[in-house]
Structure formats: C-alpha cells, structure tokens
C-alpha cells in the first residue's frame, strides 16, 4: 500500500493561498469598543441573506502580536439575538490546551444590552460567574454565561489567548455556526522568523487574490453560517479562515528547523513508538488467539480478543502514552495506545502490518505540503493480506463483523505511513457499500401486505442506529400507505451483510388507483447543487451502490399503466450511473433501481457535472407507475 506520491502531490490542485509574512502595521476600519452599539445594530430584526437565522454575530475583530516565542490574540465579538433559540448563544467556551500549561485565556469581560423605553440596560458578566473547566486530559475551556439575556439582547464579550504553540496556528474564522455580518482580522508579526499564511475559502482567496504578500488586514462580510456549505467532510475546516504555519515542525516539546523533512518527523514518531512496544508480551497474546480458516477469519479473531480486552476513553491521539503490558493491565487507552496493541498483535500473528498517521474528518485535513506534527490527529492500522487486499482498521472503533469498513471518520484524503525509509503517503479510500432491497406487496381481498426484505453492508449501518428505523434512512416504502407491522425479525449479520425483514398490512382495501414511488426518491431529494463557484472539493459520505426492486401480483379488476418515458438509464463520465425500469410479465409488477456514486470525492471542476447529473435523476425519481381500476 506504501508509495511514492511526490508526482501526485505536485498536481493537488485547492484553494489555499501560501505566503511569507512580513512586518505588520494595523489599519483602523472600525472602532469596537464594549458598551458602543450603533442604532443600526439595535434595530436589525433578521439577517437578510438568512431569514431563519436564530443569532447574527454583528461584528468581531481579532488582532494578533506573533512573536518569535509565543502569541497573544485578543478577540472581540458582539452578538445579537433575533430568537428563543437564539439565546443559547449566550454559553460561552473557550477551549485552550492546558497539558503543559503553554496557553491560557485572560481578561474575560462583556456585556449583556438591552434596549428598555428607548434607554440602554447594561448588565456586565460578573468575574465570579466566569469557570475554569476540564475537557479532557488535553484541553479545559473558560465557561460563561450572559445573564438578563432575551430576544433582541445584544452580548458582546472579549478575552485574550496567549500561547507558545506558534508553529501552526488556527488563526481566525470569519465563519461561524451563525451568520455573521463583519469579520476582521489583523496580524503583527514580530517574529523575523518564517511563517506561511494559508487562507481557506472561495471568498478570501477571491478577494486577496495577489495581494496577500503585502496583507495584514483581512476583512469578510456578511458570511453565511458554514452549516450552510454542503458536500464537505468538515464544515469549520472548509469555512473562510486563516492559518499560519512556521518553516518548521514540532515533535512534543522539540522544535526542529527542518521545513520538508517527512523522513525527520517519521524518524521522530517511529521513535516514539518503539520505545512503547512490548513485542515478546505481545507473542505471549497472540498464541491464544486462534487462526481462522482464512486470513479474514483470523482478523475477525484478532478484533474480538482486542475488543474483549481494552476499551478506548474516546481521546484521539498520535503518539501513544502507555506500553502494550499497561494497555492490557489497565484496559483502556488512547486511540494511538489501541492502534499499537493491535498492530504488534497482527505482527505476531504473522499479518504485514503497519501504521498511519492521518487525521479524522472533524479533526480537519492535513496539508502534505506541510510536515508539521500537528496536522494530525490520529493513527490507523493497515493490513495486507496475502490476496493483495488491503484493509484499514481503528483499534480504538473495531467492528468484528465489518473489518473491512473502518470508521468513516478516518477517511479524510491522506496519511503517512509510520515505517523505516523514504516517506510514503497514502490515499486513504473506502470501499463500496451496497444496499440491496425486495419489496413484495400481495392484494387480497380484505388487506393489503407488505414483505420487505433488506441487505445492507458497510456505512449503511452503523452501531448507534435505531433498529426500528435503520431501513427507512435511505429506502421508503414504495405504497405511500399506512401499513402496520404485524412481525419483524431481529437484524441479524449473515453472508457478510446485514439482513432485516418484516411484514406489514394496510387494511384499507378498494382503493381506486395504487401509484409505486421510487423508493429512493426521498433520499435523492437532498442532492441540491446552488454553488455558483464552487472551488473545494465536492465530499460525499461514502460511496455507494443500491439495488432495488418492488414487486406486486396485480390483483383482479385492476390494470398498471407504465409511462413509455418511464425507463431511464443515465451514465456519467465520472462514473455515476442511475437505472430505473417497470415490467410487467405474467400479471406481475416488477420495478427495478440501481444506482452506483462510485467515489466519495470529485474535484471541483466536476462540481456542474454532478449537478447535471443528479438533477436528471431526480426528475427521474419522481416519476410513478399506477395502478387503477380498469
């Protein structure tokens, strides 16, 4: 699975701009000062661009001094509420990493105003209200709460960050989970040292397009809610923002000088990882694990002893903190203590395995122009098998039935595989789900009965999902008619898939005409493309395929009337395809559906061709067969 993806790097093609910074001098483009609200702010009503939003951020500004050691940003924000539920924007976190104690958040102060008879009622944050709270071992945040808070309030806060973790920083966002209208941020480096600035985003890369070598003010308005942006793994990642990267990488508390040295910061972690391997204890376990009659089988072994043995503590690592001997004995760790158990156990069993160092989809994709320990956020382990498979696995989220799905939020472009040599960069992809469906329906004389059938492997199911509704999330009932269940088996995995099937009756008989929806076309519906300039990556969920058929005896008295513009069958060059047809033999009823997205990500110069193509098929999905009364 290793390679050489230098070739491949050089033709990445996205949307973030890279330049050095050079000395900073502030530009005045609004005066914010807590308490100051304008008239126009005490009279917006609704955000006009989104009428349902429930909070705008009216203005905010962000003014960072970098220096060669540390940062401080100092952030202003001012908030208004337009809804009841608007008012949760007044619960405030700031999240800081305290591990080390290298950060901190100070100077919290802010206000609640409230226009009462034409006057302004001021009502500060009281210090006594404002909590130091843990996250986890990690992080903790400053936790507050804006009192005498209602609709049409004004909040407005301000704080300082201070940090020594300045070789790669999330600078700003001027995108948030709410509209906001005025968003600034200025930079004043006095580090004489080399940073980058990587601006994120079709707006900010538009507008300062040239002109960012001599930028050090940045200004966005009226921004949109980045819950708004659709087909991306991660809305924040992908919002309008800023980062700063320094020619350097860090590995723990070691800063090395070294700018494209991969082959350094593997060195680095390989380093870390072996001085928590325990490769004879590890034998020692995988004695006891039996083979299986296939690699598969043995896999499955090895999954269910690891999950039967150590729990993960939700904590999403890169480096491990416990040897295999404590991670046994204490039975729990970090995703990076986890991946590292399994690992060695798979080399004791005699399986090529190694490991990747990557990053989750929340977490935000890594930059492979950058090498900086940071970036990443978890590790993974890859098998190969004998067959040429090879298969990805979380030690942390094992699935024994699934051990060829690992957790999709692992997938997310790129990882750097963790061994001895020349760096190696992997595309992490998934492999195809599928979905296969029969839905029987049997006229009789007082009732009407439902069989359904369903298959279903992959990212169609997972763990956490209602097993009641685990088969309507992608595929509706054909009949838009109410049907009661009258038995349901258990979901149960078998032949590598998961099977349910029940059987349902609608009593309401003599209808004069039955219509057959798509049973897809409720899940269709939700492929909408209004980009007008699309420049990220389309991100889909994962790749799929569906097979479906709907099947009914006619019953006696009744005729079925297939529209001749009925069949469709479109195919695009990126390898979509979409098949829908009725039949009718022998008095029996037969519709057929497949649909195939073969990739989970399309560049986005592909963006118009995939809203072609799915707004053919949409149209196509709303196209029935009926069945009346002759």
């Known amino acids: 699975m290793p390679s050489n993806f230098n070739n491949q790097l050089m033709k990445l093609k996205s949307t973030?701009?890279?330049?050095?910074?050079s000395g900073i001098s502030f530009a005045q483009t609004r005066d914010f000062k807590l308490g100051k609200v304008t008239e126009q702010e005490k009279n917006i009503k609704e955000v006009s661009y989104d009428k349902n939003a429930n909070a705008v951020i009216l203005s905010e500004e962000g003014k960072m001094n970098l220096s060669f050691s540390n940062y401080y940003l100092t952030v202003k924000r001012r908030i208004k509420i337009l809804t009841e539920k608007g008012k949760e924007e007044a619960n405030i976190q700031l999240r800081y990493y305290s591990e080390n104690k290298n950060e901190s958040i100070s100077g919290i102060k802010g206000n609640t105003i409230n226009v009462v008879n034409g006057k302004e009622e001021i009502t500060p944050i009281d210090a006594k209200e404002i909590f130091d709270v843990s996250i986890n071992q990690l992080y903790n945040a400053k936790r507050f709460t804006f009192s005498n808070v209602q609709v049409g309030s004004i909040i407005e806060y301000t704080y300082t960050k201070s940090s020594e973790y300045n070789f790669s920083i999330d600078a700003w966002n001027f995108q948030h989970d709410i509209p906001t209208l005025f968003s600034e941020f200025k930079l004043n480096n006095q580090s004489n040292g080399g940073y980058s600035i990587i601006t994120i985003g079709d707006e900010i890369n538009a507008k300062y397009k040239g002109k960012t070598s001599s930028t050090t003010d940045w200004i966005l308005t009226d921004q949109k809610s980045y819950n708004d942006l659709k087909?991306?793994?991660?809305?924040?990642?992908?919002?309008?923002?800023?980062?700063?990267?320094?020619?350097?990488?860090?590995?723990?508390?070691?800063?090395?000088?070294?700018?494209?040295?991969?082959?350094?910061?593997i060195r680095d972690i390989n380093s870390k990882y072996d001085s928590y391997r325990n490769p004879s204890a590890m034998r020692d376990i995988a004695k006891v694990i039996p083979d299986g009659a296939t690699e598969i089988e043995t896999l499955r072994n090895i999954v269910e002893y690891v999950n039967n043995n150590v729990k993960w503590n939700n904590i999403y690592s890169i480096a491990p903190q416990k040897t295999n001997k404590s991670v046994l004995k204490d039975k729990?760790?970090?995703?990076?203590?986890?991946?590292l158990f399994l690992q060695e156990i798979l080399t004791a069993k005699g399986f090529n395995s190694y490991l990747i160092l990557g990053s989750t989809r929340q977490y935000g994709q890594v930059l492979l122009s950058y090498p900086l320990i940071n970036q990443f956020s978890s590790v993974i382990t890859a098998v190969?098998?004998?067959?040429?498979?090879v298969i990805l696995l979380d030690g942390a989220q094992l699935n024994k039935d699934q051990v060829e799905f690992a957790p999709l939020e692992i997938f997310n472009y790129y990882g750097v595989v963790l061994q001895k040599g020349e760096p190696s960069f992997v595309k992490l992809t998934q492999k195809l789900s599928e979905y296969e469906a029969i839905i029987s329906y049997q006229f009789l004389k007082d009732k009407v009965i439902l069989n359904r059938q369903d298959?279903?492997?992959?990212?169609f199911y997972d763990q956490e999902a209602d097993e009641e509704n685990v088969l309507k999330r992608y595929v509706t009932e054909s009949m838009d008619q109410r049907f009661d269940i009258e038995n349901s088996d258990d979901l149960e995995y078998r032949d590598n898939k998961y099977k349910k099937s029940y059987k349902a009756v609608n009593k309401q008989v003599g209808s004069p005409f039955y219509n057959f929806a798509n049973p897809l076309r409720a899940f269709l519906s939700k492929y909408t493309?209004?980009?007008?300039?699309?420049?990220?990556?389309?991100?889909?969920?994962?790749?799929?395929?569906?097979?479906?058929?709907?099947k009914s005896k006619i019953p006696e008295g009744y005729e079925v009337v297939i529209d001749e513009k009925y069949k469709a069958h479109h195919k695009s060059e990126l390898g979509l395809e979409y098949y829908q047809e009725a039949k009718l033999n022998d008095n029996v009823l037969t519709i057929s559906y497949q649909f195939i997205l073969p990739e989970g990500v399309y560049e986005a110069e592909k963006y118009n061709d995939l809203k072609q193509f799915f707004d053919k098929i949409r149209e196509e999905s709303n196209k029935e067969v009926l069945m009346k009364k002759k």
């Open 16 to 21: 973030l701009l890279f330049v050095i910074l």
């Open 231 to 265: 087909y991306v793994y991660n809305q924040n990642d992908q919002s309008e923002r800023i980062k700063l990267q320094h020619d350097s990488y860090h590995t723990g508390t070691t800063k090395s000088s070294v700018m494209n040295a991969w082959k350094d910061l």
């Open 332 to 339: 729990v760790g970090m995703s990076a203590d986890l991946n």
């Open 384 to 389: 190969h098998l004998k067959s040429g498979q």
């Open 455 to 459: 298959r279903f492997n992959g990212y």
């Open 529 to 550: 493309f209004d980009d007008k300039n699309r420049q990220r990556k389309v991100e889909f969920e994962f790749p799929y395929f569906f097979n479906i058929q709907v």
